[in-house]
């Protein structure tokens, strides 16, 4: 069953907090990459995530053999979030998207700024060249420790099922 992002997360999710991707390989061993940015389709049944080319061959080779992501965003405050999917499309990003992975690069140096961490080593995060993973979202779990963590969250989304 898809599920939709709710609507009052996609300003949470795009607003330069960490993303880590998650992927497997044939043997099931995990492997992660830093994403870099991410865009909340409209309707909210799909998003882009963008990993450096340079830092994530093992994932984007995962990506290419199974379609299989997890894609966590999370805050300073341990708010979380956890979407799993299907990967529909694997791009090189195209030109007119790198001043919005500067952009991500800059907003997460500052978050991460108010916990501690210089904003000159955050600048040093590679953010280009990218690829861009376009995920169609099957889960998505609250990860924020609590009671609630692990809980499914959304709404079932008509669509075809991978």
Not at 27 to 44: D, N, V, W
Not at 93 to 114: F, N, V
Request: proline letters at 7%; aromatic letters at 6%.
């Amino acid at each position: 069953m898809l599920t939709s992002i709710p609507s009052e997360l996609v300003a949470f999710l795009e607003s330069g907090i960490s993303i880590l991707v998650g992927s497997r390989d044939a043997h099931l061993r995990p492997e992660f990459a830093r994403g870099i940015g991410a865009r909340i389709h409209p309707g909210g049944g799909e998003l882009t995530v963008w990993i450096p080319s340079t830092t994530a061959e093992r994932t984007l080779a995962n990506v290419r053999d199974n379609g299989r992501l997890a894609v966590c965003f999370a805050a300073i405050d341990h708010r979380s979030f956890q979407f799993k999917g299907r990967t529909i499309e694997v791009r090189d990003a195209h030109p007119d998207e790198r001043a919005s992975l500067e952009r991500y690069r800059a907003a997460i140096a500052q978050h991460w700024g108010q916990v501690g961490m210089p904003p000159r080593l955050t600048h040093r995060m590679i953010v280009w060249p990218a690829q861009a993973l376009t995920l169609q979202i099957e889960s998505v779990f609250q990860q924020t420790p609590g009671p609630g963590a692990g809980a499914a969250l959304g709404r079932p989304r008509r669509g075809k099922k991978s």
